[in-house]
């Protein structure tokens, strides 16, 4: 798997947007790029409605979000739609791009991991949890300088990759 310090491997695949989409055409801000296991899935539905209720909030500083997964294109497309998701999804049917972050998972799906990226997408943090809330938190954090119950202020570390929990969770 990718760390922080490293860049993020570019790659092209076909958007929720309906055209091609290039990791290298969001450089000059900031990203999260967030894998997910499978589209509608309890979890990801969870994760994915977290990341679109903060969507105004990152836009305003200059963040994109794009999610991944391994499910074809219809199947994006639906979950797109039934999350209302104002950001682009991935489709990674071939798995290149799972594998190309070191994120593919048992039974060819992706894992749950984000990576946050720099405007020049360098990898500044990478979240590994199967928890689908500590995704949101970890890049409310890092971008917007807020997470659940906090106002504080706080940086993203380049961290060893462990799982970024919230305040109060063991």
Same mark, same amino acid.
């Given at each position: 798997m990718i760390q922080p310090g490293d860049l993020a491997p570019e790659f092209e695949g076909i958007s929720t947007q309906g055209s091609?989409?290039?990791?290298?055409?969001?450089?000059?801000g900031p990203v999260v790029l967030y894998f997910y296991p499978r589209?509608?899935?309890?979890?990801?539905?969870?994760?994915?409605?977290?990341?679109?209720?903060?969507?105004?909030?990152?836009?305003?500083?200059?963040?994109?979000?794009?999610?991944?997964? $391994?499910?074809?294109?219809?199947?994006? &497309?639906? %979950? !797109?739609?039934?999350?209302?998701?104002?950001?682009?999804?991935?489709?990674d049917s071939d798995q290149a791009i799972a594998r190309r972050f070191g994120v593919l998972g048992a039974f060819g799906h992706a894992r749950r991991v984000t990576f946050l990226l720099d405007e020049a997408g360098r990898v500044l943090q990478v979240v590994d949890s199967?928890?689908?809330? $500590?995704?949101?938190?970890?890049?409310? &954090?890092? %971008? !917007?300088?807020?997470?659940?119950g906090s106002a504080a202020p706080r940086a993203a570390s380049g961290g060893s990759g462990s799982p970024v929990r919230p305040p109060g969770v063991p």
């Open positions: 091609g989409f290039r990791l290298s055409s969001l450089r000059g589209a509608g899935s309890l979890g990801c539905t969870y994760e994915s409605i977290g990341f679109a209720k903060e969507h105004t909030s990152f836009r305003e500083r200059g963040v994109s979000v794009v999610g991944v997964s $391994v499910d074809s294109l219809v199947d994006q &497309r639906k %979950f !797109l739609e039934t999350c209302s998701l104002p950001f682009p999804l991935v489709a199967i928890r689908p809330g $500590v995704h949101v938190t970890a890049a409310k &954090r890092a %971008f !917007l300088g807020r997470a659940e």
